[in-house]
Each structure stands twice: as structure tokens, then as C-alpha cells.
């Protein structure tokens, strides 16, 4: 499948007018996730931004995005543009068809709130800890990711 031909089958299946692709590139805004949809030669590739770094605790949360990583679909970067924590996702263009890119882009969107939500419940943590709070439990809860 061409990348225009699956964004045009995607704006149909889903109702939305004037989704045309720009430098073999859309956005979509889907419950206040924005999702970048990029074709990169025979790929596709799905970015949702997730947050900015914490200031305190940011080794700590860098690490659990790197360990979730091993366990994903999704993997984690840091925006060079805009400093950001992004997942991202690569799907082959050549074998995709439209259940599997609907199913990719709602599996990305839900990853993006938990992180996200995981972002915001951990800046206040991370904050006590480095003002010398004693804290009973690790930073980040449990060992151990979910997978995303």
C-alpha cells in the first residue's frame, strides 16, 4: 500500500476532511495526543510526545524509558529539535493494511497517556526525594515496566 493511499483510506474510515499528506508526512490530534505520521522509504513511522524531562529524577526516568524499550512494540527517544521524550514506532509500509494501522496508532495513543501520566506522577516524587524526603518505595513504584 502507497502512504496516500493509506492516509486517504484512514481520513475515510474515520471521518476527517482535509488530511493530505505534506512531505510524506500528517498530524493528527487524537485526544490531545499529537501523533506525526511519517513515511521514511518503506516505512512508516508513528511519534507521539510524551513530556518534557524531569528536572529532578531525570537519570532515574531516562533509565525506566530505556528498560521499557526492551519489552516494546514502541520505542523511546528525546527529541533533538524540541528536547521532548517522543514514542515512536515503525510499521512496514508493504505489509500494513488498515486494521493494523488503526490497531498501531491506538496502541501509541494509549502508551503516550500512561507515560505520560507516569511523567506527571513522578515529577513530585523525583522533587521530594531530592530535597531529602525519606521515601519507602522507589521512585518509580515497582520494579518492572509495563509493556507498551
Known sequence: MEFKELIDS???R?????LA???????????????????????IV??????????EGRAEFADALL???????????KS????KYMLLRRLNLLTLDD????????A??????????????FRPVAKAAAEGADAEEPLLGAPGFMQV
Open 10 to 12: 484512514f481520513a475515510k
Open 14 to 18: 474515520h471521518g476527517i476532511a482535509d
Open 21 to 43: 499528506p505534506e512531505d510524506d508526512g500528517v498530524s493528527l490530534d487524537i485526544d490531545g495526543i499529537v501523533v506525526a505520521i511519517v513515511a521514511v522509504g518503506g516505512e
Open 46 to 55: 508513528l511519534s507521539a510526545e510524551i513530556g518534557e524531562p524531569p528536572v
Open 67 to 77: 528498560e521499557a524499550n526492551m519489552e516494546s512494540a514502541a520505542f523511546f527517544a
Open 80 to 83: 533533538a529539535q524540541t528536547g
Open 99 to 106: 486494521a493494523a494501522f488503526d490497531n498501531s496508532i491506538e
Open 108 to 121: 501509541l495513543v494509549n502508551s503516550a497517556e500512561v507515560w505520560r501520566k507516569m511523567l506527571d506522577d
